[in-house]
């Protein structure tokens, strides 16, 4: 997670800063309160159930939604400043592209577009699926429609890389050879990248980061290692009803109870006294936890965390 | 700012040589690929259109020459040929804001907007603004240029014969909306408006609908109010009302006729006409007061300020949708 090499620059810039974020659809609201800093070269993944607010958040970061509260910020821009939009690039969900169009012609569409366009680096990308430059996109199949779009969102070259549900549509081996070409990407030019997935699976090996949403609001954010150190699984014996007296003063983020057996995720708040055994969760447990239990306090980890003032200040504007 | 790779914009890869004559660049070279089937549609059938119409005014002129045009003798409508095919023509030239409004104007955001490729645009390094003028001014480019040619083409195959009104009655329809200015204003206001039904509806089928019953509107209220765009000129007579009507000048079209007296009032033109014979008629005409015809009409010379006048309104109303499409999609189009 080094990223002084990177254009991106310094350790301590934002790709993004989210200030009180919120976006009312008709039917309620998308995303509500949510404040969090993405640092720059980092690869993070946005999880969440389905309709948890995801796209809303990778929507408005891209400039194709405007919040209906709060302000977000792409390396100190707006999103619809054209800095931002030079610097971002934004690969939706259903990757659309122009069916009549070929392959030759989809890549010219970003060279003509993009001031700083890597025609190289698309075509590569191209390659790799041996995909015809001539064929027509309409004719193409899912997995290679799909790597066309993310050769168009490469050749970009940006600094900070929203993909929307990338794999959805993609079978093992080209998810595989795709998170390997994000991965070289982004350690390459320290590019950040925000990828989202209902499926954590997906994100497990790449991610340094992460962003939890859930029921339109942030549960967990920070890297990965805090986050995990920050949480115990613990498991003992418990007699009785209701909570074991030994975790109070704990954070309990979810505890179950079979038998007289307790296990419970928790974040101590200091030493932990009785007889329990202890492990380190791992990010599946830990994320399930916080998708179950929606009263347990959201964790933002210091370096995900944006200045109260300005959040103040950017909801009340 | 990102200083890296010294960005190596790899000229004209082999796959993408077009190898024309003229080479679009940026969001131009995009919207013209996009549309390309039918912008060249369009100047293709315009092309073809105005063959047509010069191949006709040939033939036309070469039998207005043998009665000696431009002052032919009297009797040379007796074989004239060539009132069909104007009809016929204009007849066809009129659906023009239907057709292009329906099928270019409708889905021009609405296919965007449906397949997601406005997504895939407005996330480029290009404003939504830029974008958004490009697609209206490239269209608007191209049905300027095929509406003026084919007005301009039509309007000279019609010229020699336009006084003569059994042909084409200048205050009609095919006559007044094929010439001058009118055409391409219509053609843009109708077409102006199907791209913002489009851009609210974001479906291409039900824009399409819509659109075409918008076109249809436009068509219905314009033809009534056509005629409202001149300034009626009134001429009256006062030789007494068994004399005949003024005769009006060529072309001139006739809105009213009717009885005068010598106050100024008027009876229609019906009156004292079941007189049966002339004497009864006159004493009756006598004992109304009548003193002659006042006749209302539009003359041909105000054909031009009317086009024009018209031409203005739509030409604003236009304006007004495509700052309303700016204003909404601004914002809103993705």
Redesign the interface.
Known sequence: MINGTGPSGSVNESAIEAFGLGRKYRRGWALQDCSFRLPAGRICGLVGPNGAGKTTLMGITANLLAPTTGVLRVFGSVPESAEAGRRTAFLAQEKPLFRRFTVAETLRLGRELNPGWDQKAAEDIVRAGNVPFDAKVGTLSGGQRSRVAFALAFGKRPDLLLLDEPMSDLDPLVRHELMGTVMAEAAEHGTTVLMSSHMLSELEDVCDYLLVVAGGGLRLAGEVDELLAAHTLITGAHPGEGTPPALAGHTIVESRTSGRQVTALIRPQGPLHGDWHTDTPRLEELLLAYLRSQQAPPLITRSAQVDDRAVAQAVAA | ?????P????RA?A??RTGRGLRL???N??VW??HRAGFWTILALTAAAIALMGYQRGQMMHYLDSYGWPHPKPQWLDHFSSTGQLQSVSMTLGFIPVLLGVFLGAPLLAGDLE???A?????????RVRWLATKLGVTALVIVVGTSALSAGFGWWWGPVKTESSILDWTSGAAFDNTGPVPVALTLFTVIGGIAIGMLLRRVLLSMVVTFGFAVAVQLIWSFFRLSLGHVVTITTHTGGMAEPPALPAAAHEMDQSFVTASGKLYGYGTCMHGSTPKAIQACLDGKGIVGWSVKYLPMSQMSSMQWLGTSILLALTAAITVFIFLWGR?RL?
């Open positions: 700012m990102s200083t890296m790779t960005a190596t914009p790899a890869h796959h993408t660049s940026g969001l070279w995009l690929r996009q397949n997601g490729t997504k895939l645009v407005t996330t480029q390094a290009v404003s914002k993705v």
